[in-house]
């Protein structure tokens, strides 16, 4: 039932949120992008594919280790990223 922003608002979500993640180097910050990036939608395809990708670049840049969801883990991860749609943002 999760419904993304409009289209005219992501310019100006996505910049806030460079913006916010860039402020500080962290972990937190790292993981917000890859949540806000999925949620957002902010691209046509591959939202948290970008996301996770960008996630970990902020992770390494910051010297902590990159996120990877292994197979076994992928029903857990999908319950975990609906419920999070589910609940808000």
Do not use: C
């Amino acid at each position: 039932s999760y419904i993304p922003p409009k289209a005219e608002k992501l310019y100006a979500l996505f910049q806030e949120l460079i913006d916010r993640t860039n402020l500080k180097k962290s972990p937190d910050n790292a993981y917000e992008f890859f949540l806000q990036s999925a949620a957002n939608q902010f691209f046509w395809d591959g939202n948290k594919r970008t996301g996770q990708l960008m996630m970990n670049g902020l992770l390494l840049e910051s010297g902590h280790l990159p996120v990877s969801i292994p197979a076994r883990s992928q029903l857990q991860y999908n319950q975990a990223m609906t419920r999070f749609y589910n609940t808000g943002l």
